[in-house]
Structure formats: structure tokens, C-alpha cells
């Protein structure tokens, strides 16, 4: 497993959802400094990902280059102060000629691209799918180029496919040399969808996360992940894209549920300045340890709603019972649904507790667009 380049889904930071194109190296830097100080480090967090706007121009060399404005000491001195506190530095293109901001774009440049991320010390490379051609073959074959340009480099680089899940990327992402990949349309800071500054709905964490995720999970495993977009947690309105913003509840929940389908964490907030709320969600290393379990396995639906279970190594198993409803409700995981029998010590992984040993079935009361984390572990394993 060790020669994966993503044998657990990828945790880090990205520009996008709190600051769009307001990208330069003061802010990236801040960021690596603070994914430090904040502890998401120690918790796990190790990519620190530039998306789009960060382009100045392709030059009469063939070569992109950052803004010279917002990236005065140039990329390879971003990523060096990136990798100096231990962390690892994403940047982002797109296989048509232009990325979604419009920016120069890698098609026809995929190796020249591809030595210069290296070059730069690229850990990470997002790659969108704007201005590309619709059919699944073209994107297949596009996404195939680059992997294999980022292959011949030499250096590991993560490479992450974002082409919506509009042409079932799960079923080839990994075929063509992907570590994750988009599995919709974009997110809103939103609970419900949400409309997009063009007028076509973002997708609210309530559908995104539990009904367009529901029968991936056969697809993700160690070194290949679906994707469903960056986590909002703590952009409370405030971020880029659009969103009325979700209370402490619903973020709780949004992160739960990403951690139990083994989504790729990556933070999106302000890193600088969290408050506890959006620090005590994203460093919970309870609820991570179910995201980062060697086992690989993606949480899917097994009812009554809403129950998630997540396979563990060593026959333990994430639980979440949530509730999608507007009243409380009592939830209850029935071990025949989880398919497991016998005792099994029950701990709530955001209360940090304990509950005890229980046989058949757990219930739990559970508010609207709350949810309870529990980790099984059979009893004879103790
Ligand atoms: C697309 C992607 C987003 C972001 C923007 C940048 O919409 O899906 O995640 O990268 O492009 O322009």
C-alpha cells in the first residue's frame, strides 16, 4: 500500500470556497503558518492547495507563470516556505485550453506544464474541466495525458480529477492515473441548495452528502477517492461562493458524514482565524480516525434513515445516525442492517464518551440536521 500516492483520502486546505480568486502568497503563507499553530497539522492536514487565479500568463517560452503582483517571490519559494513547516503545496489547471476563471490552461502544454509544477515542488495538481470536449472519451483521454505527464516527471503528485461526475468518472478516474475525483456539481455554504452568481443551483451538504454519494462506495479504496467537494465548515456566509452558511450543527454534520464516506478532507475556511466551533469540528481526531481508517472503506446506507455504516479494520465500525428532518427523532441502528451479531462497545466520537457494551441495536435521540458518531468495536476484541 505504501507506494499509493493517496493510500488514505488527502487532507489539507484549499484557496476556492473562502477566497475564490483572491489568491496571493501572504494569504497561502498565513495559511500554511496557521495550519501549524491551529493544530489541523497534528490532526492530519497536509495539503495546501492554490485553486484557480493564480495565473499571470503563459510566457514566449511556452511556460506559465504566476501573477507577478500577488506572487512576487514566485512559486518555487511558495512551495519551498510551504514545505518547510511539513506541509505539502497544490496548485490547480484544467485539460481545455482555459481553467473556469478563464486563466491559461494546460491543453496542448500537458508536459511542459507538468515539469514546471514539478519544478515548483507541486505535490497536488487539481484538474478542471472547463472549456473541454463533453464526451467521456475526450476526458479520459485528457486526464490520461496529464497523469502521465505528472508521471514522467519523477516527483509524486496527487492528481485530483475535477470534471463534475458528469461523465462517471469513478468508473475510469482511477484507470487513468487519478487519486480522487469529483463526484458533482459544486458546493454551496449552504445545508439546501443554493443558487449559484449564475443563477444554476449549487448543491446543499443535505443532497450532496447523503443522496448523490449513495451506491459510490464500490468505487473508492485506497489510492482512488470520490470526491464530493471541499468541505464548508466555518465559512458561515462569509466565503466566496455563495450560501446563507450553516450552524454548528449542520457543519458537525457535514463533516461527519464526509468522514464516513472517506471523502478527501480538505478544508476551506479561513484558517487564520477559526473560531473554536470550526476548529473543535475540523480537529476532532476521533471522527478523522473513521476518515483515515487503512481499511479504505467509503460508508454507505443501510437504514432505517438515516444510518451510515463505514467498515473498519479489524472488524470495528463507524456508525452515524443522523437526522435529515426538521423534528427530533429517535434513530436506531440495528446490528442486522450493520450485518454484524454479538456485544460490541459503543463510543460517541463527538461527545468523546463511552456509552457501554450493547447487542442488537443502538438508538439514540437526534435534533434536526444533528447526527451521533459511534465507533463499534466488538467486545472479544477489548
Ligand atoms: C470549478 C470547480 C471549482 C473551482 C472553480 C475555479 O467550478 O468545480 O471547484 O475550482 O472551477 O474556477
Redesign the pocket.
Known amino acids: 500500500m505504501s507506494d499509493l500516492l493517496a493510500p488514505t483520502p488527502p487532507m489539507g486546505w484549499?484557496s476556492?470556497?473562502g477566497f475564490?480568486?483572491h489568491v496571493n502568497e501572504e494569504l497561502i503563507k498565513g495559511i500554511a503558518d496557521a495550519m501549524v499553530s491551529s493544530g489541523m497539522k497534528d490532526v492530519g492536514y497536509t495539503y495546501v492547495n492554490i485553486?484557480?487565479?493564480w495565473h499571470g500568463g503563459r510566457g514566449e517560452d511556452g511556460r506559465l507563470f504566476p501573477d507577478p503582483q500577488r506572487f512576487p517571490s514566485g512559486m518555487k519559494a511558495l512551495a519551498d516556505y510551504i514545505h518547510a513547516r511539513g506541509l505539502k503545496f497544490g496548485i490547480?489547471s484544467?485539460a481545455g485550453p482555459k481553467?473556469?476563471?478563464g486563466r491559461p490552461a494546460s491543453e496542448g502544454y500537458e508536459e511542459l506544464d507538468a515539469q514546471t509544477f514539478a519544478e515548483w515542488g507541486v505535490d497536488y495538481l487539481?484538474y478542471?474541466y472547463?472549456y473541454a470536449p463533453e464526451d467521456r472519451g475526450s476526458a479520459e483521454r485528457l486526464y490520461r495525458k496529464m497523469s502521465e505527464a505528472l508521471k514522467a516527471t519523477g516527483r509524486p503528485i496527487v492528481f485530483s480529477i475535477?470534471e463534475?461526475g458528469q461523465r462517471r468518472p469513478w468508473l475510469w478516474g482511477r484507470q487513468v492515473g487519478g487519486q480522487l475525483w469529483?463526484t458533482t456539481?459544486?458546493i454551496a455554504d449552504s445545508w439546501s441548495d443554493w443558487p449559484s452568481r449564475q443563477g444554476y443551483a449549487l448543491l446543499g451538504i443535505d443532497r450532496i452528502g447523503f443522496d448523490l454519494q449513495r451506491g459510490l462506495e464500490a468505487y473508492a479504496g485506497p489510492g482512488g477517492w470520490n470526491d464530493p467537494?471541499?468541505l464548508v465548515v466555518g465559512l458561515r456566509g462569509k466565503g466566496f461562493i455563495p450560501g446563507p452558511g450553516c450552524t454548528d450543527t449542520e457543519y458537525r454534520t457535514h463533516f461527519s458524514l464526509w468522514c464516513l464516506l472517506a471523502a478527501p478532507l480538505i478544508a476551506s475556511c479561513d484558517l487564520r482565524h477559526m473560531d473554536p466551533a470550526t476548529r473543535d469540528i475540523l480537529t476532532n481526531r476521533e471522527v478523522i480516525a473513521l476518515n483515515q481508517d487503512p481499511l479504505g472503506r467509503q460508508g454507505y446506507w443501510v437504514g432505517p434513515a438515516e444510518v451510515w455504516v463505514k467498515p473498519l479494520a479489524g472488524g470495528e465500525l463507524g456508525v452515524g445516525l443522523f437526522n435529515r428532518g426538521n423534528e427530533r427523532a429517535t434513530v436506531t441502528a440495528h446490528w442486522s442492517n450493520l450485518e454484524i451479531s454479538g456485544r460490541y462497545h459503543v463510543r460517541d466520537l463527538w461527545q468523546h464518551a463511552d456509552l457501554g457494551v450493547f447487542e442488537g441495536k443502538f438508538s439514540a435521540e437526534v435534533a434536526p440536521h444533528d447526527c451521533v458518531i459511534l465507533r463499534l468495536t466488538p467486545e472479544t476484541a477489548r
Do not use: V
Request: aromatic letters at 18%.
Open positions: 484549499s476556492w470556497n475564490g480568486p485553486d484557480d487565479f490547480y484544467d481553467t473556469c476563471g487539481k478542471d472547463c475535477c463534475w469529483r456539481g459544486d467537494d471541499m
